[in-house]
């Protein structure tokens, strides 16, 4: 049985050592590219988390932001409905105001009429008088 000599074995054992070796010299310049790369993927994350930590802060404000304007504006719409019932209030008010005052003045015109008769009478039976009528 014919088996590998010595030589063709120290042959082969020695193109393995070289394969081996190159193959080492391309494992470590992956290495080296592989630590480039790793150095660029991490300073990308690192940019990715600062940006998406800045955007949901800026979300969650523009978020919280809309929750008080819609509050604020539900307590306006409340404070404008309570201010149309109290101006309702306060025009029925002048208008009942209105209606009494000229009430009043319809009586504050009798009222003269009525001076004026009476002034009219005195100056007729004890003549005119020696002082001058009030003039509003």
Known sequence: M????TE??????????REMTAARSEF???REEFAGFRGR?????????WIGGFVATVLVTLIGCGFW????ASALTQRVGSMEKSTAKVVEQVD???KTTA????RV?????TTAKIVERLDQEFGPAKTKPLNR
């Open 96 to 98: 009942v105001l209105e």
């Open 109 to 113: 015109d009798l009222l003269e009429k």
């Open 69 to 72: 304007l819609a509050w604020e």
């Open 28 to 30: 470590a310049l992956f």
């Open 8 to 17: 063709s074995l120290a042959t082969d054992f020695r193109d393995v050592l």
């Open 103 to 106: 009430k009043v003045a319809d």
């Open 2 to 5: 014919p088996g590998p000599t």
């Open 41 to 49: 993927v991490e300073t990308q994350l690192s940019i990715m988390k």
